[in-house]
């Protein structure tokens, strides 16, 4: 059974860069197309940007430039770099991955989340 | 972008009821890449259904999904209590992907 793990700080500064892992166990994180998503507290799901091993990452137009995603195969990890952050970027992350078969195919396994939140 | 709107926002039901929850596109999703999600309070989403009617492994049969380009239909046959949570329509033909604000199925 695939498990998705997030990791990082829950408490970061205006300004500062939101750095997340993802670590996935029970599969290779070489097969399969991977994304963040997150979740306002109280909102919706917003999907941030996915990465695959062996592509360049694709992200949601709506966070510019501030987004990074990046993968570690020897590590089975991937992660999220989010700049200049503002109160606005306070949500629960979650990490998922996409069923088998390409990007164009939707999340079957998530994390449990992680509360992030940006305040001085 | 594609826009997903979803309605009601809130639906009061009972147990044993029938539930019907609407997702409307901005524009046509192509080749019916949308799937439906239903999360309870603390817990990630969780997938039922993809390409707009097939069943995720794990979906009790009572939950069907229908539809096609810009109007799409998440039907719970008879609600068991474990069914009284959160639903959302996701789009993943078009990027970004895109979901909607959520149904919210709520015990009368």
């Known amino acids: 059974q695939v498990q998705l793990q997030e990791s990082g700080p829950g408490l970061v500064k205006p300004s500062e860069t939101l750095s997340l892992t993802c670590t996935v166990s029970g599969g290779s994180i070489s097969s399969f197309y991977w994304s963040w998503i997150r979740q306002p507290p109280g909102k919706g799901l917003e999907w941030i940007g996915y990465?695959?091993?062996?592509?360049?990452?694709n992200h949601n137009p709506s966070l510019k430039s501030r987004v990074t995603i990046s993968i570690d195969t020897s590590r089975n990890q991937f992660s999220l770099n989010l700049s200049s952050v503002t109160a606005a970027d306070t949500a629960v992350y979650y990490c998922?991955?996409?069923?088998?078969?390409?990007?164009?195919?939707?999340?079957?396994?998530w994390g449990q989340g992680i509360l992030v939140t940006v305040s001085s | 972008e594609i826009v997903l709107t979803q309605s009601p926002g809130t639906l009061s039901l009972s147990p044993g009821e029938r539930a019907t929850l609407s997702c409307r596109a901005s524009q046509s999703v192509s080749s019916s890449y949308l799937a439906w999600y239903q999360q309870k309070p603390g817990q990630a989403p969780r997938l039922l259904i993809s390409g707009a009617s097939s069943r995720a492994t794990g979906t009790p049969d009572r939950f069907s999904g229908s539809g096609s380009g810009t109007d799409f239909t998440l039907t719970i046959s008879r609600l068991e209590p474990e069914d009284f949570a959160v639903y959302y329509c996701?789009?993943?033909?078009?990027?970004?992907?895109?979901f909607g604000q959520g149904t919210k199925v709520e015990i009368k």
């Open positions: 998922a991955r996409h069923t088998p078969g390409g990007a164009r195919l939707p999340f079957d396994f």
């Open positions: 990465m695959y091993h062996s592509a360049g990452p």
């Open positions: 996701q789009q993943y033909g078009s990027s970004p992907w895109t």
